[in-house]
């Protein structure tokens, strides 16, 4: 086995890998939410737009429809919120969320 097959996040800088930062649930203190009214995929039921997929550091954003975030991860930087073109993104205090 290759020393870049056993530790995954040694590579982390050239390479997508999620939970970089390890389980964050415990330690955030803010959350992203999407309006899914607002966000372009859900609100034209086509793939497009997926900013905040592209500038996640954790790569914890889905392609998907709707887009979804794994809370797993997300570290709450806020980076999503602040690069939504249509400001689908709104960033809550953790003791505040659903
Ligand atoms: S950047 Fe905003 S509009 Fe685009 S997919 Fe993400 S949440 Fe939706
Ligand atoms: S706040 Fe947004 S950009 Fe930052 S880790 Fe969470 S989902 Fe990714």
Redesign the pocket.
């Known amino acids: 086995m290759s020393d870049q097959a056993k530790d995954k996040f040694t590579y982390a800088h050239s390479k997508f890998c999620v939970g970089e930062?390890g389980k964050?649930g415990s330690w955030?203190t803010?959350?992203?939410q999407i309006d899914h009214a607002k966000c372009t995929p859900s609100k034209n039921q086509r793939p497009s737009c997926f900013i905040?997929w592209l500038?996640?550091?954790?790569?914890?954003?889905s392609r998907t429809i709707p887009v979804q975030?794994?809370?797993d991860?997300?570290?709450?930087?806020?980076?999503?919120?602040e690069?939504c073109p249509v400001g689908a993104?709104k960033?809550l205090d953790e003791k505040e969320a659903p």
Request: hydrophobic content about 30%.
């Open positions: 930062a964050t955030r803010q959350r992203p905040c500038y996640c550091p954790e790569a914890v954003v975030i794994d809370y991860y997300c570290k709450g930087c806020g980076v999503c919120a690069e993104v960033m």
